[in-house]
């Protein structure tokens, strides 16, 4: 498949202002970067054109701000990254203006550079033709290497390949490469778990993977919506309401495929999200109205593990729980584990993706265990779905 895209193979680098476009959307705890896999795997990428002469200008986003906003600056990943490569990284303040072009300008070839976050700027997500203009005109050629951002057809990730000579990067390459050969033909039953807290963007894919998977488990922040939409009292937890309609249009969906569908049936709540809280597991008809569900609760977790044992191949996005703070990792360590136990004695192919996925199976362990880990979540489950990516699409030859 990636045959049909130009690759850095193909790219005249030395000498050229290189716009290489990287997802660095990593989880961060006080400011350090606390899962370092999405720069260990856009490191090669770096370091070719780099040694190939190229100028390595960084263009990224991080969080989701609207407009500019220190707390999501991306100096501290700047700062991580050239740990993880062992090499300098320039910053600019700005990814467009003079700020970055005086930057750019004062670059050797061989230098890297990161420009600040991509989505300081509206015209990022909007995909603006000025924006994109703005930032084309600081390259010679993009390079784009965000498989975790190809599902969003923003300035960075799309638009900006429409005006210069655009190149796969190495990692995105190899993550069209290995989902390709893992979940081209899936072995059935498929199961996939999808958790997180990006419930607004995630839930309308589900709409489609239902029909791609034989058993969809849903935990996390986005199992509240639906069990909100059952009519269950979620008390505080993250839980956006006003999506209960498409919740119940995919549980509908879901039957008419033949897709089971796998919701908590008890959930591990606090009074508060910090270490330690104390913690307690509620049946779902009893759920306090000043308490959060931050975990799946054990049966919820013995149930996963049994559906995980029915499947041949498991998709995995979004942590059932808070995992970051203990206790509310149980069900994510536990299910994690059950899953990497089963890979290795080949009794399932498991892939799992997302920032905080992978951050979550590092912390549980077990990551390595799995048939393979993808960096990317949403773009992952939409290359599921059939879903053609702007940020993969913009990289095949008109
Ligand atoms: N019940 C829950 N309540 C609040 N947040 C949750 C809950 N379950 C999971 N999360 C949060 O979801 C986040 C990860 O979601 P998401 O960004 O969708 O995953 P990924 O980065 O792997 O794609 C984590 O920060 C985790 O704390
Ligand atoms: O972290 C990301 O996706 P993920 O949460 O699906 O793993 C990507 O950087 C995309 O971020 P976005 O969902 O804010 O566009």
Same mark, same amino acid.
């Given at each position: 498949m990636t045959k049909s895209f130009r690759t850095l193979d193909d790219a005249e680098l030395k000498g050229k202002r290189v716009l290489l476009r990287v997802d660095l959307n990593v989880p961060m705890d006080a400011g350090k970067v606390t899962d370092t896999t999405r720069l260990d795997r856009v490191a090669p990428t770096?370091?070719?054109?780099?040694?190939?002469?190229?100028?390595?200008?960084?263009?990224?986003?991080?969080?989701? %701000?609207?407009?500019?906003?220190?707390?999501?600056?991306?100096?501290?990943?700047?700062?991580?990254?050239?740990?993880?490569?062992? &090499?300098?990284?320039?910053?600019?303040?700005?990814?467009?203006?003079?700020?970055?072009?005086?930057?750019?300008?004062?670059?050797?070839?061989?230098?890297?550079?990161?420009?600040?976050?991509? &989505?300081?700027?509206?015209?990022?997500?909007?995909?603006? %033709?000025?924006?994109?203009?703005?930032?084309?005109?600081?390259?010679?050629?993009?390079?784009?290497?965000?498989?975790?951002?190809?599902?969003?057809?923003?300035?960075?990730?799309?638009?900006?390949?429409?005006?210069?000579?655009?190149?796969?990067? &190495?990692?995105?390459?190899?993550?069209?490469?290995?989902?390709?050969?893992?979940?081209e033909a899936p072995k059935r039953p498929v199961i996939a778990i999808v958790g997180g807290a990006k419930v607004s963007s995630k839930i309308d894919l589900l709409e489609n993977l239902v029909s791609k998977v034989d058993a969809l488990v849903i935990g996390g922040g986005m199992a509240n919506t639906f069990l909100h939409a059952q009519g269950i009292n979620v008390g505080k937890s993250l839980c956006e309401k006003d999506l209960a309609p498409t919740a119940l249009r995919i549980i509908a969906k879901a039957e008419a495929a033949n897709c089971a569908i796998i919701l908590p049936v008890d959930a591990t709540v606090a009074y508060h999200f910090a270490p330690n809280a104390p913690a307690f597991a509620y049946g779902l008809d009893s759920i306090p109205a000043d308490g959060m569900i931050l975990d799946v609760g054990p049966r919820s977790v013995a149930r996963i593990n049994a559906a995980i044992d029915d499947a041949a191949t498991l998709v995995w996005n979004g942590p059932v729980g808070a995992f970051e703070l203990h206790p509310f990792d149980a069900g994510t360590v536990a299910a994690a584990q059950h899953a990497a136990a089963r890979t290795k004695t080949h009794k399932l192919v498991s892939v799992a993706g997302g920032g905080d996925t992978v951050a979550a199976l590092n912390q549980a362990g077990v990551a390595a265990d799995f048939t393979y880990i993808s960096t990317a979540g949403g773009a992952f489950l939409e290359w599921m779905e059939g879903k053609p990516l702007p940020g993969v699409e913009v990289l095949r030859p008109q």
């Amino acid at each position: 498949m990636t045959k049909s895209f130009r690759t850095l193979d193909d790219a005249e680098l030395k000498g050229k202002r290189v716009l290489l476009r990287v997802d660095l959307n990593v989880p961060m705890d006080a400011g350090k970067v606390t899962d370092t896999t999405r720069l260990d795997r856009v490191a090669p990428t770096i370091l070719e054109i780099a040694d190939k002469g190229g100028k390595v200008i960084i263009l990224a986003h991080f969080g989701r %701000p609207k407009g500019v906003d220190p707390k999501e600056s991306l100096r501290p990943v700047a700062a991580a990254l050239a740990e993880v490569i062992k &090499r300098p990284v320039g910053f600019a303040e700005d990814c467009i203006g003079e700020v970055a072009a005086a930057a750019i300008a004062k670059m050797q070839d061989g230098d890297i550079l990161c420009l600040e976050n991509t &989505r300081f700027h509206k015209g990022e997500e909007k995909n603006e %033709p000025e924006f994109v203009d703005e930032l084309a005109k600081l390259g010679d050629l993009w390079v784009n290497d965000a498989f975790s951002a190809a599902h969003r057809a923003h300035a960075s990730t799309e638009g900006v390949g429409h005006k210069l000579p655009a190149y796969a990067g &190495r990692t995105m390459q190899l993550e069209i490469d290995a989902l390709n050969k893992a979940l081209e033909a899936p072995k059935r039953p498929v199961i996939a778990i999808v958790g997180g807290a990006k419930v607004s963007s995630k839930i309308d894919l589900l709409e489609n993977l239902v029909s791609k998977v034989d058993a969809l488990v849903i935990g996390g922040g986005m199992a509240n919506t639906f069990l909100h939409a059952q009519g269950i009292n979620v008390g505080k937890s993250l839980c956006e309401k006003d999506l209960a309609p498409t919740a119940l249009r995919i549980i509908a969906k879901a039957e008419a495929a033949n897709c089971a569908i796998i919701l908590p049936v008890d959930a591990t709540v606090a009074y508060h999200f910090a270490p330690n809280a104390p913690a307690f597991a509620y049946g779902l008809d009893s759920i306090p109205a000043d308490g959060m569900i931050l975990d799946v609760g054990p049966r919820s977790v013995a149930r996963i593990n049994a559906a995980i044992d029915d499947a041949a191949t498991l998709v995995w996005n979004g942590p059932v729980g808070a995992f970051e703070l203990h206790p509310f990792d149980a069900g994510t360590v536990a299910a994690a584990q059950h899953a990497a136990a089963r890979t290795k004695t080949h009794k399932l192919v498991s892939v799992a993706g997302g920032g905080d996925t992978v951050a979550a199976l590092n912390q549980a362990g077990v990551a390595a265990d799995f048939t393979y880990i993808s960096t990317a979540g949403g773009a992952f489950l939409e290359w599921m779905e059939g879903k053609p990516l702007p940020g993969v699409e913009v990289l095949r030859p008109q």
